[in-house]
């Protein structure tokens, strides 16, 4: 079965730095890997996905994430964060056979001046 | 086009009263969801409707039935709340279950005493 890693339970950055968030994946075919971003009393809402093609994905707020097939990873960077971007993220992989995608833990973000 | 709503926003039960949550979207998606969100634990499926007329247990779907009432409705009952079912609800959809990504409702934050 399908399974997503999200090994940073909480990351502290520093408003102005880079960030990287790591998620990790269980699938035996190529996977459809999604990444979500949750602000605080709000829904998810979408920030990249990967089907196919280039393994670098640009999403929305100036988000990208690199699919790397022989780690099994899927990690989400920026290289500049503002405050606004604190939130928990959440990494999915969409799984086959007609049943529903798998979320990670999530990670919380917390950005300090 | 309201995406995915849900009713109410908040709510207080006490133990052993009864409710539905209800969610509807407007985007002609197949496939609907609901999860609880409780802390450290990430996002939880407690049932999905792959689509009109048919139901699916997800990976915590003690004390919870749901009613596909048409493509855009999908409702959650609680038919005896318990202190556990405390928890932040949410609906989702999409095209379909599989390699599809989801949109979310805004939330419903259930309080049961």
Known sequence: ?113 | NAGVTQTPKFQVLKTGQSMTLQCAQDMNHNSMYWYRQDPGMGLRLIYYSASEGTTDKGEVPNGYNVSRLNKREFSLRLESAAPSQTSVYFCASSPGTDAYEQYFGPGTRLTVT
């Open chain 1, 1 to 113: 079965a399908q399974s997503v890693t999200q090994p940073d339970i909480h990351i502290t950055v520093s408003e102005g730095a880079s960030l990287e968030l790591r998620c990790n994946y269980s699938y035996g075919a190529t996977p459809y890997l999604f990444w979500y971003v949750q602000s605080p009393g709000q829904g998810l809402q979408l920030l990249l996905k990967y089907f196919s093609g280039d393994t670098l994905v640009q999403g929305i707020k100036g988000f990208e994430a690199e699919f790397k097939r022989s780690q099994s990873s899927f990690n989400l960077r920026k290289p500049s964060v503002h405050w606004s971007d604190a939130a928990e993220y959440f990494c999915a992989v969409a799984s086959s056979g007609n049943t529903p995608l798998v979320f990670g833990k999530g990670t919380r973000l917390s950005v300090i001046a």
